[in-house]
């Protein structure tokens, strides 16, 4: 559906929605039911984590990882995008995840979620875009001076970042039609990409695909898996490459006041962008892996895997069109996820929910229609992470690198305290009615309690070594979260308005539509 065929009574629903949450039209709903799906394809982005994570599978189990472990990440990340899109079609709403955890729960759950889905999009901000520098350095770094320094990653990270932030200030619709390009330019670049592998590879040693191997530890590979493991193990490991690219899929609920129909579009944007995000990216590895001229010295290759199989077996004219066409995928990856990380914050801050500047995070341009504060502080917060970062070092291993296995970590465990909340809210009086994409109480019980043990094996997964200071800075940050609520938040945080609170909103309702031009 396109916003020209948005009816008024249609219109007027999605207002109803929102202003019965306490909330004012200020964002400008005029994203397609297509553009709230390709957001978050973009910053799933095959291309991107797909890509630039591939070493965590062929330096682990080899090709098995993919071939059989890609379908059993894409399922594992799954359960939760199924599970937020039946919250999520109740309660259409920026900053979904915030929103979800204190209606199903309270203060504090809604509190926690917000926080840590706040950390984890500012920091998967900057790794998608530390990962574009990477790509763009492997790619064309001879070719352009440029080196792997901390100068030069931040220098790039701050530049593509500017880029993305002003293309999110110009307004939504460029922002869409940018993200809707994406979405397309993934699926043609995934298709080509398979067709070129498939096409350089020297033959066709299918059993690849379900070769189980053992390279932790070893000579190249143990730049990604430093610690021999047992071969389960290393197959499990290998689960983080599609359950690291399949995330971010929030997204389509972090633009729900931005997208018409949004009670219906927004689970349907979320749980097709896992779909065929993962269908497209098994067909692309599978591809990938028939091309590699030898497992065991593509496992030496560390996380240079697949620049050295390209450079090996691709044509030097088409490996360069392929080099430029992902690396444009990868910035719009980026793009995407400005967008999400800026309805989050602009989303709480409306409810006071950021310690300082609040009141300006949660100001929208009456020119463009953006969280305009909420944009440029989402991106130098993410620029500024990977500045500091990427400057300390602990225990041998760069902060950052650490602080990245926490994002995950943090991200899903965002997903999943409205998740368990809503096992025990569906049904009774803090979630009466479902929205109109329902698939049953009794199946969501059931992808609820899938991905509270699927967060459990994340956490297990995140915590591995060269990654076990995870542990320390996760249990840390709710410690320090639990400490900040009691001493502080607890009581000057209020939560999103409820009962005789929104009644009591209409009028700031009312004037806050008006002063961005927004006509009921």
């Not at 530890?217 to 490991?237: I, R």
């Not at 602990?394 to 690198?401: L, M, N, V, W």
């Not at 043990?453 to 542990?471: E, K, T």
């Not at 639990?482 to 004037?511: C, H, Q, S, T, Y």
């Amino acid at each position: 559906m396109s916003s020209d065929d948005y009816s008024d009574h249609e219109k007027h629903e999605d207002l109803k929605v929102l202003h019965g949450m306490g909330y004012a039209q200020e964002l400008q709903r005029s994203m397609s039911k297509f553009s709230n799906f390709a957001i978050s394809f973009s910053i799933i982005c095959i291309l991107s984590g797909g890509i630039n994570s591939l070493g965590q599978a062929t330096s682990g189990a080899g090709g098995a990882a993919i071939g059989i472990g890609w379908p059993i990440g894409v399922m594992v990340s799954g359960v939760f995008a199924l599970a937020l899109a039946q919250i999520s079609s109740a309660y259409p709403t920026a900053g979904g995840l915030y929103h979800w955890g204190s209606i199903l729960g309270n203060r504090f759950t809604g509190w926690l979620s917000a926080w840590l889905n706040l950390l984890g999009l500012v920091t998967v901000l900057g790794a998608i875009n530390v990962g574009t520098f990477y790509f763009f350095f492997g790619s064309f770094g001879p070719m352009f001076g440029v080196e792997d320094t901390l100068t030069h990653r931040v220098l790039f990270m701050a530049v593509i970042t500017g880029l993305q932030a002003l293309i999110n200030h110009m307004g939504i619709k460029l922002t869409a039609k940018l993200t809707d390009f994406s979405g397309y330019l993934i699926f043609a670049t995934a298709i080509l990409l398979t067709i070129v592998c498939l096409a350089s590879a020297t033959s066709f040693d299918v059993s690849r695909l379900w070769t189980f191997a053992n390279y932790t530890g070893t000579e190249g590979a143990s730049a990604v898996w430093p610690v021999a493991v047992g071969g389960g193990m290393a197959f499990v490991l290998g689960l983080l490459l599609p359950v690291y690219t399949i995330t971010g899929y929030d997204a389509s609920a972090h633009t729900s006041e931005e997208t018409i129909k949004a009670a219906h579009s927004v689970p349907s944007g979320m749980v097709h962008s896992v779909v065929w995000s993962g269908i497209f990216g098994w067909i692309m590895l599978c591809a990938f892996v028939l091309m590699i001229p030898n497992m065991d010295d593509a496992a030496k290759q560390g996380w240079n895997v697949f620049f050295w199989a390209m450079d090996a077996q691709v044509n030097p004219t088409m490996k360069q069109i392929l080099y430029i066409l992902i690396f444009i995928s990868q910035f719009l990856c980026g793009l995407a996820t400005v967008t999400s990380v800026s309805r989050m914050l602009f989303a709480f801050s409306r409810d006071d929910g950021m310690p300082v500047g609040s009141k300006m995070l949660a100001t929208v341009s009456p020119k463009y229609r953006t969280p305009v504060a909420a944009i440029w502080a989402g991106s130098i917060l993410a620029t500024l992470f990977v500045w500091l970062t990427s400057a300390i070092t602990i225990a041998g291993t760069p902060a950052y690198s650490i602080v990245v296995s926490c994002t995950v970590i943090f991200l899903f465990l965002s997903f999943t305290v409205p998740i368990a909340l809503g096992l025990f809210a569906i049904g009774g009086p803090k979630w009466p009615t479902m929205g109109p994409w329902n698939m049953g109480a009794g199946n969501y019980k059931l992808v609820a309690v899938l991905s509270i043990l699927s967060m459990g094996l994340l956490f297990f997964l995140g915590i591995q070594p060269p990654n076990d200071w995870a542990l320390e800075i996760t249990v840390g940050f709710i410690v320090l979260a639990l400490i900040i609520w009691v001493l502080i938040e607890n009581r000057r945080f209020k939560g999103p308005p409820i009962g005789d609170e929104i009644e009591a909103r209409k009028a700031a309702i009312a004037a806050a539509e008006a002063a961005v031009g927004e006509k009921g």
